[in-house]
């Protein structure tokens, strides 16, 4: 027997068969190595992925493992053809040719010549949804939406490898749900962190020999082989995930914006970039909706103090900005906006407080139909709570609570956050305004308005 020591900082025994891939695996996590990360926008018709491909070969030295979205609007066009089949509207293949279109146009102006065993792969893929689509939609909406939704990675990222290696970059494409492991929670699975990482550190060093390995971001796979996803955006979360795994020098993520701003520049006009923020605030600013890192990408960073970059692929020699643990000594106000909300207010019928036991049940009953709360309030005999508006989820709550509460609901909402604000700029954003609710904790202040008003 032979052993090798600090492996896992531990001691590790290995038979003499498997001695050249325990030797192998040491010298890999000894590596500097770095986790690149590309959203949709990244790779959304051919002269994107192109510009990602530039990005990659000159950070060849950084020895990247690359994680990417599927491409442009592909989840949403997938989501339609979800909602197509489960609806029996007889749409369904024809939504799905929307999405067989965007890829096949991809290809044909990515390759010169046709590449037989990438276009054979992917027509692979869309026979699996398809078969699918041929049966009468059945049982869960949410596990039936992951085994479709997830054909977005699955196909970006074989056509990037597959360009990739075209032009002389080696790329090992792998299938990331042969590495996270999950419970069942469909469309927002969490994660075996012990299990996902013990196949992570064995499965990705031996392809990191003289190539990169690309793989899919927001998808995860259960005990039963069934395809789980991990909550939309949730590609910065795998990441995360492997940066955590293999003990990343650093993460970046590259987004069609400089960095981390503290407003969206589509909303408000004078955006500027945050070089540098704290992991806290990150956390912060994530949680109320900043859209530009997802919200459980931060823990498992923070947790070895793994530097996240966010950089524009657009200028990607441009600084951008890094959150690691400093914590800067000021902030400019921050402003976080959240479309698309609802406001569902309950009055009790038996005109009994809302106690503790109340708020219990209540709570009970948005986590059993995955609603996320975004804003809370009470008076003795209602309860008021912010939401995302999604139809389906709403519906099933308010019929399990309406025997015990009246309840109205009223749409057509944003929820805008402020942080780091002062009195001033509270005023200019409620003046004059229809407010629904409003809510200060210490420095942040909520404001629930019609999602017509104009904020720039």
């Known amino acids: 027997m032979i052993n090798i020591a600090n492996l896992e900082k531990k001691i590790v025994y290995f038979s003499a068969t498997d001695y050249n891939f325990a030797i192998f695996s040491y010298k890999t996590f000894k590596l500097q190595m770095k986790v690149f990360k590309f959203g949709g926008a990244s790779v959304k018709d051919a ?10 070969k000159n950070n060849l030295k950084d020895n990247p493992l690359i994680v990417i979205s599927a491409a442009g609007k592909t989840t949403n066009a997938l989501e339609k053809v979800v909602n197509e089949y489960f609806n029996n509207s007889g749409n369904a293949f024809e939504a799905l040719e929307d ?40 049982g869960s909406f949410d596990q039936t939406y992951d085994q479709i939704v997830c ?85 910065d979360y795998t990441a995360a995930i492997f940066s955590y ?34 992991y806290s605030e990150a956390i912060e600013m994530t949680y109320y909706g900043a859209q530009v890192i997802h919200p459980k990408t931060l823990q498992p960073l923070k947790n070895k103090n793994i530097p996240l970059f966010v950089k524009s692929f657009l200028q990607p020699d441009n600084e951008g900005t890094i959150v690691t643990d400093k914590e800067p000594s000021n902030y400019p106000p921050v402003f976080v906006v959240k479309e698309n909300q609802a406001l569902l207010n ?14 219990s049940k209540l709570f009970d009953a948005f986590a059993h139909h995955r609603i996320k709360v975004n804003m809370t309030q009470n008076t003795a005999l209602s309860f008021s709570v912010c939401v995302n508006h999604d139809e ?65």
Request: charged fraction near 25%; aromatic fraction near 8%.
């Open 245 to 278: 795994c293999l003990d990343a020098t650093s993460m970046t993520i590259w987004k069609d914006v400089a960095g981390v701003l503290n407003a969206d520049p589509r909303i408000f006009q004078n955006a500027t970039l945050l070089k540098e923020i704290s």
């Open 346 to 359: 309950f009055y009790s019928k038996s005109f009994n407080f809302v106690d503790e036991y109340k708020f």
């Open 99 to 138: 999405v067989k279109k965007m890829h096949y146009d991809i290809i044909n102006e990515l390759f010169d010549a046709e590449n037989e065993d990438l276009t054979a792969e992917i027509n692979d893929m869309f026979v699996d949804v398809e078969w699918i689509l041929e049966e009468t939609a059945v």
């Open 392 to 456: 389906r989820k709403m519906t099933a709550l308010c019929e399990e609570l309406e025997i015990e509460y009246n309840i109205e609901i009223i749409s057509d909402l944003k929820l805008l956050t402020i942080r780091h604000g002062n009195a001033q700029i509270i005023e200019e954003f409620t003046k004059n305004r229809k407010i629904y609710l409003e809510e200060k904790i210490r420095s942040n202040v909520q404001i629930i308005m019609n999602s017509n008003e104009i904020l720039a």
């Open 151 to 235: 054909l977005g990675e699955l196909l970006s990222t074989k056509i990037v490898s597959a360009y990739l290696n075209s032009i002389g970059i080696q790329s090992n494409w792998l299938d990331v749900r042969d590495c996270i492991l999950t419970d069942n929670n469909y469309r927002d699975a969490n994660l075996d962190w012990e299990e996902t990482s013990r196949r992570i550190r064995k499965t990705v060093p031996p392809l990191m020999n003289n190539a990169l390995v690309l793989t899919q971001g927001f998808l995860g796979n259960t005990s039963e082989n069934f395809t789980t996803t991990l909550g939309r955006e949730g590609s």
């Open 47 to 56: 002269k994107s992925i192109k510009n990602v491909a530039d990005i990659i």
